[in-house]
């Protein structure tokens, strides 16, 4: 019987740094933070600016459909993972990435099938608890 290799389900790009709370910071609280700072370039800043607001309007915030999805007594940890068949939202990825590489902030692409419990979940992320 032929063998089946699964595939990831879900990715994530996130901080190889852990935040206070313990967990990685994903590509756009860095890419925000960055922001925050004042440590964007004028072109940086449009760049961020603009791409934030076609992923504001692409997808939908898990917070307004459930205030309590990120509140860490809540749900400890919780973090968001694409749908790798979110393709349209990944293929934007890589300007973010550009972004923090230019300010020598590392971030990583994560894969899982099984990233931890579901918290939240749409057609194109869901959010979870690591396990």
Not at 29 to 40: I, M
């Amino acid at each position: 019987m032929p063998q089946t290799t699964s595939s990831p389900l879900f990715v994530r790009y996130q901080g190889t740094v852990r935040s206070p709370r313990g967990h990685f910071p994903g590509v756009f609280a860095l890419a925000n933070g960055l922001a925050r700072e004042g440590r964007l370039s004028e072109e940086q800043h449009r760049f961020w600016r603009a791409a934030n607001d076609w992923y504001d309007a692409a997808y939908p915030d898990p917070s307004l459909t459930d205030p309590t999805v990120y509140d860490h007594r809540v749900n400890p940890g919780a973090v968001a993972w694409f749908k790798t068949t979110a393709t349209h939202l990944l293929d934007r990825v890589p300007g973010y990435l550009e972004l923090l590489a230019a300010h020598g902030v590392p971030c990583v692409r994560v894969e899982s099938a099984d990233p931890g419990r579901i918290v939240y979940e749409d057609d194109v992320q869901v959010v979870v608890v690591p396990r």
